[in-house]
């Protein structure tokens, strides 16, 4: 139970100054009320006692003369009239041995007033209390010429006095009941004025901590509450401010270091393609010469032996590899190709449909069809169209190779924003059978190809990535297994020679 009791108090600083401020004025209004009682009960003696003394000395010279009588109704009636006060219920005269005569009120019934007094200790102006039974008596002296003669007691029913005392009991209890509700009403509302501000920062902080930065809490008032609010709301400004800046530092630098990566595999398959390209041309200037004599050779040999020759077929075979070998090497130097660009305006959407009609005369792509979304309102672009058709040519063949030469190619073109450079976006994509991601990162290596049984030197795809970055684009696939694989060219939009890069920036 005590248990209980302490953490149905720990849970709430409000109930903790309620329960102690209740008990403070319990105990101290129950406290006023003990001495109050007690006081009045004192006040009231001294009253009675008071009233005996007027009493006496009201009927004491009568009384005094009749001491000495044998006759104990006279002094019986000069009594009479004490106990017309109400305060009074019996009265009797005594002295050292007896008492003398009494008068008491109908159906009172006085003690046997033993053992009395001694006379001595009721000294002129000295009056003594006693309680006897149910009454307390009030003894003061009867004196006659400056001498004590006999006493008087007046009797004072404590039942009486318990009545009265009762009566001012509930009086003070009215009184305290009252006060103890205005106190608790002033108790109750100067707790929760008091603890409400707390209440409210005790609930922001749980919604700080559950990760609502927004929160605020109203910072009224000039105290260590209103102090306490109003750096509450400086940190969690300060906290939303820092973590939204983490946010965006974050964010940056994922950015960035996305940049980077794209910037760095950029630059190795530059390096590459470079390196590559250098190697391709000395060795193509190398072979042809050769290949031009093994050409030269092998026709003379054919015609010196005419076409009956038993090696006719295969001098004929001798000058079909070596075309094929010429072949791969214009490969190369088209690879390699430092030559001379002629770029022009050109309307790139009428340079693909012109494409897509003349990939289809090839046997690889006769079961081709294309599905248009061109953006009619794409601006007209600087460039080489033949470079830009030999790339237009490859993506096609490709794509009809992939889907085994019927299917449908999707061709789209549009403007795209990074940052603040303007670029139009060629995409072809097909629904071939992908390629797997291995691949991916060689994909326009020189020499690496995925297609079967020496189906492609591995030329195609260098040789576009070389001229698109000629043009200052980029040419980037995604590609899903079994989904097909999406091509995507971007060029900057720069209408003719005389525009700088900054041409293709967002104005």
């Known amino acids: 139970m005590l248990g209980t009791l302490r953490a149905y108090l720990d849970a709430s600083i409000e109930r903790r100054l309620a329960l102690g401020m209740t008990t403070m004025l319990l105990i101290v209004l129950g406290s006023s009320t003990f001495f109050l009682v007690r006081a009045e009960r004192g006040e009231m003696e001294e009253i009675l006692q008071e009233k005996g003394k007027t009493a006496v000395n009201m009927i004491s010279p009568r009384i005094a003369r009749f001491i000495g009588s044998t006759d104990a109704t006279v002094i019986a009636r000069e009594l009479a009239p004490v106990l017309a006060d109400r305060d009074f219920d019996y009265v009797y005269v005594f002295d050292d041995n007896?008492?003398?005569?009494?008068?008491?009120?109908?159906?009172?019934?006085?003690?046997?007033?033993?053992?009395l007094?001694?006379?001595?200790?009721?000294?002129a102006g000295h009056s003594i209390n006693r309680e006897l039974g149910n009454y307390m008596e009030v003894l003061t002296?009867?004196?006659?010429?400056?001498?004590?003669?006999?006493?008087?007691?007046?009797?004072?029913?404590?039942?009486?006095?318990?009545?009265?005392?009762?009566?001012?009991?509930?009086r003070l209890l009215a009184i305290t009941a009252g006060l103890m509700a205005c106190a608790l009403a002033f108790v109750h509302w100067w707790t929760r004025k008091t603890v409400a501000p707390l209440l409210n920062l005790t609930r922001s902080a749980e919604r700080l901590s559950e990760g609502d930065l927004s929160v605020r809490v109203p910072a009224?008032?000039?105290?260590e509450v209103g102090t306490l609010a109003a750096t509450f709301n400086h940190l969690a400004a300060s906290l939303e401010r820092t973590l939204h800046e983490k946010d965006r530092?974050?964010?940056?630098?994922?950015?960035?270091?996305?940049?980077?990566?794209?910037?760095?595999?950029?630059?190795?398959?530059?390096?590459?393609?470079?390196?590559?390209?250098?190697?391709?041309?000395?060795?193509?200037?190398?072979?042809n010469n050769p290949l031009g004599i093994i050409l030269s050779t092998a026709g003379n040999v054919r015609e010196g032996l005419g076409h009956s020759s038993a090696f006719a077929e295969d001098i004929e075979i001798?000058?079909?590899?070596?075309?094929?070998?010429?072949?791969?090497?214009?490969?190369l130097l088209n690879f390699a190709a430092t030559g001379e660009s002629h770029p022009q305006a050109v309307e790139i959407n009428a340079l693909l449909r012109e494409t897509v009609a003349l990939v289809r005369r090839d046997d690889r792509a006769r079961g081709l069809t294309a599905e248009w979304a061109l953006d009619p309102q794409l601006p007209a672009l600087w460039v080489d169209p033949r470079q830009l058709q030999q790339v237009f040519l490859n993506l096609l063949l490709n794509a009809a190779d992939a889907m085994e030469g019927t299917g449908t190619v999707c061709v789209h073109t549009g403007e795209s924003i990074e940052g603040d450079r303007r670029?139009?976006?060629?995409?072809?994509?097909?629904?071939?059978?992908?390629?797997?991601?291995?691949?991916?990162?060689?994909?326009?290596?020189?020499?690496?190809?995925?297609?079967?049984?020496?189906?492609?030197?591995?030329?195609?795809l260098a040789v576009s990535y070389g001229i698109i970055a000629a043009h200052g684009g980029e040419i980037a696939v995604a590609s899903e297994l079994g989904r097909g694989s999406v091509f995507s060219i971007r060029l900057p939009l720069q209408r003719d020679p005389t525009e700088t890069d900054a041409a293709g920036k967002v104005p």
Do not use: W
């Open 98 to 115: 007896r008492v003398l005569a009494n008068a008491s009120d109908p159906g009172v019934q006085e003690g046997s007033h033993a053992p």
């Open 423 to 460: 670029q139009a976006l060629i995409e072809f994509r097909d629904h071939g059978g992908g390629i797997d991601p291995a691949d991916l990162d060689h994909i326009f290596d020189p020499f690496y190809t995925t297609k079967k049984g020496g189906a492609g030197y591995g030329l195609g």
């Open 249 to 287: 530092a974050l964010n940056e630098s994922n950015r960035l270091y996305r940049n980077l990566k794209i910037a760095r595999a950029q630059l190795g398959q530059a390096e590459r393609l470079s390196a590559v390209g250098m190697l391709a041309a000395g060795v193509s200037h190398e072979l």
């Open 318 to 331: 001798i000058e079909a590899e070596a075309q094929r070998c010429r072949r791969i090497i214009q490969g």
């Open 117 to 123: 007094p001694a006379l001595s200790n009721l000294g």
């Open 220 to 223: 009224t008032g000039a105290d």
């Open 141 to 170: 002296p009867i004196t006659e010429g400056g001498r004590t003669v006999a006493g008087l007691g007046l009797g004072v029913s404590l039942d009486l006095m318990a009545r009265q005392g009762h009566r001012i009991r509930l």
